[in-house]
């Protein structure tokens, strides 16, 4: 029952523009900081961003800082990522994945599929 569905990826040049979204269900979204993590193939997961669970603070890997904007509508149960100015190296599987504070560390609960973001010219 619980998931985590991910859209938006696509083929696309250097220097444009895409926005994935999370859809979330089975379990309580706002009771979960909510991140995105991409990966190559060959290659471990990497982190891209992350954000509380009222949306009112974020953070991102130097990599995409300036480029990426990570947002959720809690109301909707929805994870967004923003890739602007978008460059050959964000080519990757893009995953949203659920986070839950367990007493000592936060621990990733739940991933989605993933979503395929290529970016060339």
């Known amino acids: 029952q619980v998931q985590l569905v991910e859209s938006g990826g696509g083929l696309v040049e250097p220097g444009e523009s895409l926005r994935l979204s999370c859809v979330a269900s089975?379990?309580?979204?706002?009771?979960?900081?909510m991140s995105w993590h991409r990966q190559v193939p060959g290659n471990e997961r990497e982190w891209v961003a992350t954000?509380?669970?009222?949306?009112?603070?974020?953070k991102y890997a130097d990599s995409v800082k300036g480029r990426f904007t990570i947002r959720r509508d809690n109301s909707k149960k929805t994870l967004f990522l923003q890739m602007n100015n978008l460059k050959p190296e964000d080519t990757a599987v893009y995953y949203c994945?659920?986070?839950?504070?367990?007493?000592?560390?936060?621990?990733?609960?739940?991933w989605g599929q993933g979503t395929r973001v290529t970016v060339s010219s």
């Open positions: 994945g659920a986070e839950r504070w367990d007493g000592n560390t936060w621990s990733y609960d739940y």
């Open positions: 954000i509380t669970t009222a949306g009112d603070s974020t």
């Open positions: 089975g379990f309580t979204f706002g009771w979960y900081r």
